[in-house]
């Protein structure tokens, strides 16, 4: 968490930023409590955000993308009308928010179904889990050369190829499986497939990030603000820590600095997308504690703290609401959003809460532990 020497030095307390409304490219919305809990949160900072396809069973067809996509409205209404959710200062959320809805990719799945969910205006893009990888991957993907007709299909169509991108072989170290699945698979896919738009979702690696830097223009990455925040050690600090467990797993410190590098770089290849995943308290705390870090609620903050870090503060807007866009051929959005320097010294400074406890529709609350917790964060949104 140690932040990096930065160039302009800190803001003075009271400074504001205004940046165009950002959209979020990777995040987790569940369904039923879970959704109503935790769908406000992204709401109410983020425009548009691509909804991983990951439940069970997975989002495998138009329809059901088409019906996910109704929850997630529905859910949305509802936590209006009871009002922002605990959590951060209430702020209007929710109107103005569009899911961009994914296909879970099976090896059974038929191209004629993207190339209908997307003419349909329900598919924005199609998940790659390698089966085994994480959370609702069993039903993914074994073999990627048996899904060639669908890769083909989205590489003639332009539908997005989203790539959890791991090895599952478990003669491989955890820590190395991001990079040897670019040698492995990614390399090879992209040289079958030269026209596919790939994302190389939550990267984690100085391999990773240097390999799309330097790759064709079809091949961008989305980081997360976790992994620009935390490193190995930060699982094991002072105990062992599920809320800094998630999937690709936080790696060795070089990588978290060739990250924070690639994030604040200004190269376009590199965007926001959160990978919030919430899994409630009880499932992290447990003896197989769940893989997912819950950062929707202060997930624009944690950047901002990134980016004034690295000084390079000016650079957040194109990371955030304009480099997402432009890869996507989406039009940038219209609204702003604006943030706050904080004395984080202050005895008025605002620390993120230990935990959530929110409302859900039924009579028992989603009890969430927030990336952050605890923590006061030098920007908030006004
Ligand atoms: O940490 C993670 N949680 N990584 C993933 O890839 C999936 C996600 C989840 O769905 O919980
Ligand atoms: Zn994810």
Redesign the pocket.
């Known amino acids: 968490m140690s932040p990096t020497a930065s160039a302009s030095g800190p803001a003075a307390p009271g400074t504001r930023l205004t940046i165009r409304r950002p959209d979020d490219w990777h995040v ?1 919305l569940r369904d039923g409590a879970m959704l109503r809990a935790v769908v406000g949160h992204t709401a109410r900072q983020f425009a548009r955000a691509i909804v ?1 396809p ?1 439940l069970r069973p997975p989002i495998t067809t138009a329809a059901a993308a088409a019906a996910y996509r109704q929850r997630i409205l529905a859910a949305l209404g509802e936590s209006d009308a009871a009002g922002a959710p605990a959590g951060p200062a209430s702020a209007p959320f929710g109107a103005d928010f569009t899911p961009l809805m994914t296909a879970y990719l099976t090896e059974s799945l038929d191209p004629a179904e993207l190339e209908r969910g997307q003419a349909e205006g329900i598919l924005t893009a199609a998940k790659l ?1 390698p089966a085994g ?5 069993d039903a993914g993907v074994r073999d990627l050369a048996h899904i060639g007709p669908v890769l083909e299909t989205m590489e003639r169509i332009g539908l997005p190829l989203l790539i ?1 991108g791991e090895v599952t072989d478990p003669a491989v170290d955890i820590f190395d499986r991001e990079a040897v699945f670019i040698e492995r698979q990614l390399i090879p896919l992209l040289e079958r497939h030269p026209g596919l738009k790939v994302v190389f ?2 990267i984690t690696t100085a391999d990773a990030a240097a390999f799309v830097a330097e790759a064709g223009p079809n091949l961008a990455a989305t980081i997360t603000p976790h992994h620009l925040h935390i490193n190995r050690n930060s699982l094991f600090a002072g105990g062992l820590r599920p809320d800094f ?4 797993v936080a790696k060795r410190e070089r990588h978290r600095l060739a990250l924070r590098a690639a994030a604040t770089s200004g190269n376009p290849k590199f965007f926001l997308g959160t ?1 919030t ?3 409630a308290r009880e499932a992290k705390e447990s003896a197989c504690g ?4 819950y950062n929707a609620p202060y997930a624009i903050e944690s950047y901002a703290a990134v980016f004034e870090q690295e000084g390079a503060l000016e650079r957040l807007e194109a990371f955030a609401s304009t480099f997402g866009p432009r890869f996507y051929g989406l039009p940038p959005n219209t609204g702003s959003l604006t943030l706050e320097r904080q004395d984080t010294e202050a005895e008025t400074a605002e620390a993120v809460p230990v935990a959530l406890e929110l409302a859900n529709g039924t009579s028992t609350p989603t009890r969430l532990v927030p990336f952050h917790a605890g923590e006061v964060l030098p920007w908030r949104l006004v």
Do not use: F, V
């Not at 990888?133 to 991957?137: F, L, P, V, Y």
């Not at 467990?245 to 690709?248: A, V």
């Open positions: 987790h991983m990951n889990y990888a994480t959370t609702n991957s959890h979702e939550h467990y998630c999937l690709p990978d995943a919430p899994h769940c893989a997912g870090i």
